[in-house]
């Protein structure tokens, strides 16, 4: 069942993506004639147009991440679009997620010790990353990862958005099948 609640959050974020398209159509039509019945029936058409078309793309953009968190145990919720991400590895499960970091090739500036770490993780092919951390319980043996976006990566529309999220399940993938 779609979360209707985070297709709403994801329209309007998908709709800014798109919205140089209306606006230089729209500046176009008003520099090429005059106002009229049929520039504003056209205008008209035009964010109807892009309302669909955004829309497909939100469409889009959940099933991404529906792919995404397939396998994980994670939920796709609203909660997905929160800069701030967290997921739990149970006791004598926490070398695989440290494993999977460290060897991993979207991992970069890991620091730190033995209980704690401290890394930027790509969750895309690009150069936006987002800062995470490893901490392991010494008396459980249980590891904890939380992975924060930056403002740029929130500012950004649709997927990146969510950018904290597919990380979390990009570390969870490496944490589970090591």
């Not at 140089?20 to 019945?37: E, K, Q």
């Not at 695989?96 to 460290?102: N, S, T």
């Not at 991993?104 to 936006?128: I, K, L, M, N």
């Amino acid at each position: 069942m779609v979360d209707r609640r985070l297709l709403w959050r994801l329209w309007p974020a998908t709709m800014s993506g798109f919205a140089p398209l209306p606006t230089t159509v729209g500046l176009s039509d008003v520099v090429d004639g005059d106002l009229s019945r049929s520039l504003a029936e056209d205008l008209a058409v035009t964010r109807l147009v892009w309302a669909v078309f955004s829309l497909l793309a939100a469409l889009y953009v959940y099933a991404a991440l529906l792919r995404r968190a397939r396998g994980t145990g994670i939920p796709v919720t609203v909660d997905v679009l929160r800069a701030t991400q967290e997921r739990a590895f149970p006791a004598g499960a926490a070398e695989r997620p440290r494993a999977g970091i460290a060897g991993s090739e979207r991992a970069y500036d890991v620091t730190g010790e033995t209980g704690a770490w401290d890394f930027q993780w790509r969750p895309f092919r690009g150069r936006h990353a987002v800062t995470g951390s490893l901490t392991v319980d010494r008396s459980s043996g249980a590891a904890r990862v939380l992975l924060r976006a930056d403002q740029g990566l929130m500012g950004m529309p649709g997927q990146r958005r969510a950018s904290a999220f597919v990380a979390v399940c990009q570390v969870t993938r490496l944490g589970e099948s090591e």
